[in-house]
């Protein structure tokens, strides 16, 4: 055997393979290894399992809200009426700003609204709703109402009633082709003041976008209905915007605020739920920093098992250095036998993480099932299940971690074990 043999040649990789399969007869330490193996294959599966579960619970929060609510919502700005001394909000040149707005590249729709707050009533139950005042053709293009998961009866109809989310439905106990009083309390005027106006409608379409709140309080109603019910004639509420890249909505803020009018503003999904999406990313790099420490100790086995290898093979060290075997050599027939736990480890973390993303609708359900129930309130957590979402860059992430720590940390044994004086080693031999 001579000094320039080749690195991690065939007998190097013989050597470290006959090592990590030595029985504890033979001094081996097949227990430890399959401590580190069993440590790192957790210590990964849990890694991809968090991060899946964390881009599905944000993609899905997104989605719910671009899908169901404006990217920006155009308004106007307080003004008091000279006439009854109330601050007016509405815009009654809607029209020609959603006009101005369409034509501003990167708008893909723009509708007028009328919003309010009423209460509404079926038999002998009541329940606090918020009622959008919009045209059919607008309503079609709102991708989580008009083409939901779930859904009842037709937007056909419209025209001739109104639609309401699915907790809506249950609250009062309604379906299709039930009837549904709106209480407004500002409704009629009178010479005694102003008396609440109460109109019913009937239910022809009943949705479920995905986001319990949503579901749980709106109401769509047609445009000139809502008009009518809201004493909004010739008047609208607000314009919602729709945009082809809501992510870059920020780049149309200005050219947006600038055709609203002297007294437009704007309000983007971005203001509205900029404090949870950083919330978000906050709790996803303490998580990723937190899991990654959990990984680092899964790997610190591997260097507890090859301490407890290289004591064991003291002798054979000094066989081998006596043989000839280089420091080189050495070292890296230690390396192999830490390196293989990492690499095996890692590989059946990886198979576990990503079989738990694309699994966990019947898993979930099985745990939903052991606890009774109610695991997941969607009251509290605004989304009606835990979603998943398995992304390569968070696998390859999770991947380069794993072997990057399980290669670092394998050395320093390693190189103890090449350092070893062989004269030591058979001194007592």
């Known amino acids: 055997m001579t000094n320039t043999t080749a690195p991690f040649a065939r007998f190097e990789w013989m050597i470290a393979w006959r090592y990590l399969r030595a029985r504890r007869a033979e001094g081996g330490v097949s227990v430890m290894t399959w401590i580190s193996l ?29 899908g169901a609510n404006a990217h920006v919502t155009v308004y106007n700005i307080g003004a008091v009426d000279p006439v009854t001394g109330q601050i007016d909000r509405t815009m009654p040149d809607y029209a020609a700003i959603a006009d101005r707005m369409r034509g501003l590249e990167g708008v893909t729709r723009v509708a ?14 009541n329940s606090g709703v918020e009622v959008f005042g919009i045209s059919r053709d607008n309503l079609l293009t709102i991708p989580r109402v008009a083409h939901p998961e779930e859904y009842a009866g037709t937007l056909d109809y419209f025209d001739q009633g109104i639609a309401i989310g699915s907790g809506v439905a249950r609250e009062l106990g309604v379906s299709i082709g039930d009837k549904v009083k709106l209480i407004s309390p500002n409704g009629v005027k009178t010479a005694f003041g102003t008396s609440p106006r109460v109109a019913a409608y009937e239910v022809v379409y009943v949705f479920t976008a995905g986001r319990y709140d949503i579901d749980r309080t709106r109401v769509y109603m047609p ?6 019910f809201f004493n909004r004639e010739g008047v609208a509420d607000e314009l919602e915007v729709m945009v082809a890249e809501p992510e870059k909505v920020d780049d149309l803020a200005l050219d947006l605020l600038r055709l609203s009018g002297d007294r437009g503003q704007i309000w983007t999904w971005r203001d509205a739920s900029g404090g949870f999406l950083r919330a978000l990313d906050i709790e996803d790099n303490v998580m ?14 591997i260097v507890s098992g090859l301490i407890m290898l290289v004591k064991n093979k003291g ?20 390396f192999i036998c830490g390196a293989f736990t990492g690499v095996i480890g890692t590989a059946m973390g990886v198979v576990l993480g990503c079989l738990f993303a694309l699994y966990i609708d019947p898993i979930f359900s099985f745990v939903n099932y052991v606890a009774g129930g109610g695991v997941w309130d969607p009251a509290v957590r605004g989304i009606y299940n835990l979603p998943a979402q398995l992304r390569l860059n968070d696998v390859l992430s999770a991947i380069a971690l794993s072997l990057s720590l399980s290669f670092v940390v394998t050395i320093f044994p390693a190189r103890r074990a ?3 004086n062989p004269v030591e080693a058979l001194r007592y031999e």
């Open 38 to 66: 069993i440590g790192i294959t957790l210590a990964v599966f849990a890694l991809i399992a968090t991060l899946a579960v964390r881009s599905g619970f944000r993609a899905e929060f997104v989605d719910t809200i671009l």
């Open 112 to 125: 007028p609204l009328v919003k309010g707050q009423v209460m509404a009533n079926a038999r002998n139950r």
């Open 223 to 228: 445009f000139a209905t809502a008009q009518s």
């Open 288 to 301: 990723f920093v937190i899991l990654s420490i959990l990984v680092l100790i899964a790997s610190m086995n």
């Open 315 to 334: 002798r054979d060290i000094g066989i081998l250095r006596t043989m000839g075997l280089t420091e080189g050599a050495v070292l890296r027939v230690f």
């Open 418 to 420: 090449a350092r070893m």
